[in-house]
């Protein structure tokens, strides 16, 4: 069965609202695939737009958290190719309260790159449903400071940080033994 080309999407809400919804999507289907739950704070007034919690027992702690900023980029297919890591720009009030060192639930600044045109987001056939392209991850635990007069900063994003359910449960897993959660496994 061929499944019918997605019309013109552009009446139903603008690309900012796409964006985030389709990003929150992606990051509700990595967590659903290992069992996590995930919430939404209200009021977003915290720089976290999801909170995604676990049963993992560990050695020192019980039942984890993480909280989650997600952000969305529309990316060209060649943006892909062959470069190891992609830019981002946030404004200084994200990074400042993402690089705060004092907070008890660990943070992550979520991407998820997207194709330019919102129809190529999603592919169906009966045997899947793929979502395009994928989710990366980036912790600003401890950056440094911006100069008072600079208000935004860019951040290099790794194409390593994959944002999966093996690297939730990683993170999980650090956090409930007491570690680091947020790294790179080789």
Excluded at 26 to 32: G, P
Excluded at 53 to 58: A, C, D, H, P
Excluded at 75 to 102: C, G, I, M, P
Excluded at 140 to 162: F, T, W
Aim: with cysteine; hydrophobic share 35%; proline share 6%.
């Amino acid at each position: 069965m061929i499944f019918p080309i997605i019309p013109s999407p552009d009446f139903y809400s603008d690309i900012s609202s796409k964006q985030e919804g389709f990003a929150g999507a992606h990051i509700r289907a990595v967590c659903a695939s290992l069992g996590c739950g995930i919430s939404k704070p209200e009021p977003d007034d915290d720089k976290i737009d999801f909170t995604i919690s676990s049963k993992v027992r560990g050695t020192v702690l019980t039942k984890p958290k993480i909280d989650i900023q997600s952000k969305c980029k529309l990316a060209s297919t060649h943006l892909l190719d062959n470069v190891t890591e992609f830019s981002y720009q946030v404004d200084k009030s994200l990074y400042d309260n993402h690089r705060d060192t004092q907070v008890s639930i660990p943070r992550l600044l979520v991407i998820t790159l997207v194709p330019r045109e919102c129809r190529d987001w999603i592919n169906y056939a009966h045997e899947s449903t793929r979502l395009s392209f994928c989710s990366y991850w980036l912790s600003l635990k401890g950056m440094a400071a911006l100069p008072d007069e600079q208000e935004s900063k860019v951040l290099r994003i790794p194409r390593a940080n994959v944002f999966s359910a093996a690297f939730i449960h990683r993170s999980m897993q650090r956090i409930s033994d007491g570690h680091e959660p947020f790294r790179i496994e080789d």
